[in-house]
């Protein structure tokens, strides 16, 4: 082992010793991956054992998504490392959980994630106040498939613009035909089609669900304004470009640490957690840690294809193969198999009922073109299309729902004075 692969597992191991300490047990949400793994191995030895919770879901929902099921993986770490398991199926209802995460949430936070977080937090609570995730790893480690996906396309930068054009239309017809399924489409569409773009607007493509095209096509009344996007998309370059000098993985990374990390994955986990009464700790975002993560050359992080270069090397001896190898999956519920099979009936009776049509945010025709090519399996929506559903239980529960009224007039409440 290296020195510097000893020194980083020798922080690791110190920033998660640092967050068991505890006047309660302590638990961890635990998927299989190598970064919940990692945690498991440096829990090993905690007194009274470690229990571990993972999500589990239906095979018919897994056979049409396109992630694995975390239950075997998870069930394979907590044998290696002797921890008790807890395995929780989360299709039991799954429209009162959405309102239930909707209503905690407060705002229109599209990530299925927070159906995962909140089932799990909730079965958790009756024996466990303190949970340990994962959250981070992929930030500080180049984990998520858009990092070497922007890369790689720089590389390619000599293939012409038109060249990506007719190849993805080409795909496109390959679809319709049938002749190509969209599990294995999606990831080369989304690559042609951003592909040509300079590093900055791919990196942003690669991590948009709605387009400024779909934005467009979608929202009714000029809501999609170029203003509106430039506030967006203005925030992230303002990061991208602060950090001019740095390796372009670096400039990435950061924009997601200050952007992707806390407004979407750190906001969803502590919401969801804390509506069951449950504390959160993250061990890979210790400060130490991520100081010494971000200074290390960009090929401990991602070597080649190979992402969390490190953090395998770290591990490799001590995890298990399968998990050492494991392809990234995603923490997430199979939203492609619910909106095409389960929830499908719940997706268009949301999106296509008088009460969404008469919000007049949504163009009616887009909305029925998205939710028929979804249907058919010849472009994949799913994310798009839970990001409006998300958005259509918000208006319930907070505009046609929710009405509070206070219990005295203000006129009449005390004066407090000092």
Not at 35 to 49: E, P
Not at 185 to 211: E, W, Y
Not at 314 to 327: E, N, Q, V
């Amino acid at each position: 082992m290296r020195a510097r692969t000893r020194e980083f597992r020798a922080r690791f191991d110190d920033a998660v010793q640092s967050q068991l300490v505890s006047d309660v047990p302590i638990g961890l949400l635990l998927s299989g991956g190598l970064d919940s793994t990692a945690l498991l191995s440096a829990m090993r030895g905690a007194a009274g054992g470690v229990r571990a919770f993972t999500a589990t879901y239906s095979d018919a929902s897994r056979d049409r998504d396109v992630f694995e099921d975390d239950a075997r993986y998870a069930r394979a770490a907590a044998a290696h490392y002797g921890a008790a398991l807890s395995e929780h199926v989360l299709e039991t209802d799954v429209p009162a959980m959405l309102r239930r995460a909707v209503w905690h949430l407060d705002e229109p936070l599209a990530d299925p994630t927070v159906i995962a977080n909140l089932a799990l937090t909730a079965a958790a609570k009756p024996s466990l106040t303190v949970l340990l995730s994962g959250m981070g790893a992929d930030e500080i480690f180049a984990g998520y498939p858009r990092y070497p996906a922007a890369l790689l396309a720089e590389r390619m930068a000599w293939i012409p613009a038109a060249a990506w054009g007719a190849g993805a239309a080409l795909l496109r017809l390959l679809l319709r035909a049938g002749a190509v399924p969209i599990a294995r489409a999606r990831r080369m569409l989304q690559f042609a089609d951003h592909a040509p773009k300079n590093l900055f607007d791919r990196f942003l493509g690669f991590s948009t669900v709605i387009t400024p095209g779909l934005q467009r096509d979608l929202l009714a009344h000029g809501a999609a304004s170029a203003a509106l996007r430039e506030g967006v998309d203005g925030f992230h370059r303002a990061i991208f470009d602060a950090a001019a000098g740095r390796t372009p993985l670096t400039r990435l990374l950061l924009t997601d640490l200050r952007t992707f990390l806390p407004c979407l994955n750190l906001e969803n986990m502590d919401k969801t957690s804390m509506a069951n009464g449950v504390e959160m700790r993250v061990p890979f975002l210790d400060h130490h840690l991520v100081t010494f993560v971000l200074g290390l050359p960009d090929d401990d992080k991602l070597r080649g294809v190979t992402r969390k270069a490190l953090l395998r090397d770290a591990f490799r001896g001590d995890m298990p193969d399968d998990i050492l190898r494991r392809k990234k999956t995603g923490y997430s519920p199979p939203v492609r198999g619910w909106l095409r099979g389960p929830q499908r009936e719940l997706l268009h009776d949301r999106l296509l009922s008088e009460r969404s049509r008469q919000r007049g945010v949504w163009h009616r025709d887009a909305v029925e073109r998205l939710l028929r090519e979804n249907d058919r399996g010849i472009e994949d929506h799913a994310m798009r299309l839970w990001a409006m559903l998300v958005f259509e239980e918000w208006m319930r529960v907070f505009f046609d729902e929710w009405a509070p009224h206070p219990a005295e007039a203000p006129s009449a409440l005390p004066l407090v004075s000092d």
